[in-house]
């Protein structure tokens, strides 16, 4: 069977039917990290372990014509902490494995770690191991493990009836640019070239939110898995859904709708979350932006018309 009637989430459903699960595991495939329980003593069950890794791949998830080797060195950070953020948690160690084709010079692997290190300090990540190997493509793995408070734990699972869905920032902006540079344009790259991650706000956010998820595949597939994990339905207002004029500004230059970048591009890194209604006032120093509201069943996108909210990326199915 080809991978691409699975798509992405399918094979990885497939996957999981074949592992177990164990005692202290908290939570396996299926959220941002996995969380541990690894609790032994007096106190130390109020705080999980939360391991995540993400992989980047030349050509698929930077480009050497386009990206420096520091903005891909700490893009492969800003991937995997963006996660730990998902899950209200705090990055402590990173492990990096890397392969290395033959044109590639002692130099250009130093400039991928001054754009890891950076980024690390940035988050307060320690790297202390890995792996090198030789490989036809760069291709680098990042493992980070951190922590998360029992009580400030955000799964994707959590949301619940009434809740406002909402975003830490606008959307799109890193297609816009991707987009851009595939067309071979000036303009709004930068973004896409070196983004960051709302690790400060998922920490803010996680003692009062239900769920949270990173914004890694667009606005669509995040509402999804939310929705699918917590049995929960959504109704996001197409209008509410926050687009930047500068992401509006690419999209006309070269044809394209920033509203599909926004609900399929994916890549932007900010966190989309579930929150009661009544629990709004403990978040009003966050930026964020209400795109709608949780409901019983069913997921639309509403603009006038209610119509499924379809979409997000998915790396076999374009
Ligand atoms: P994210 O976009 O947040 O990094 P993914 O969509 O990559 O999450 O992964 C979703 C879930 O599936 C995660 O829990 C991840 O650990 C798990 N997962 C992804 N690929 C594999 C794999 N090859 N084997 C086992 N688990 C996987
Ligand atoms: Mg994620």
Known sequence: MKIEELGEFGLIDRLAERLDGKEGLVQGIGDDCA????GKGKGKGDVYTLMTTDMLVSGDH???DWHTPKQIGSKSIVVNVSDIAAMGGYPEWGLISIAIPDDIEVEYIEEIYDGMLEASERYGLTII????????????????????????LSLRSDAKVG?????????????AGLDLLRAG?????GYHLEPKCRLEEGRKLAPHVNAMIDVSDGLASEVNHICRDSSVGALIDKEKIPISE???EAASSIGKDPMFWALSGGEDFELVFTIPKDRLSLIDKIEKIIVGEITEEGVYLVDGKKTELKGGYDHFNL
Do not use: A, M, P
């Open 35 to 38: 969380v541990l329980n690894e």
């Open 246 to 248: 500068k992401t509006k």
């Open 163 to 175: 809740d406002l869905v909402c975003v830490t920032g606008d959307l799109g902006k890193s297609w």
């Open 62 to 64: 930077f480009n050497r």
């Open 185 to 189: 344009k000036e303009g709004y790259t």
């Open 129 to 152: 191991g890995g792996d090198t190997t030789h490989g036809e493509l760069l291709v680098i793995n990042v493992v980070v493990i951190g922590k998360v408070e029992k009580k400030n």
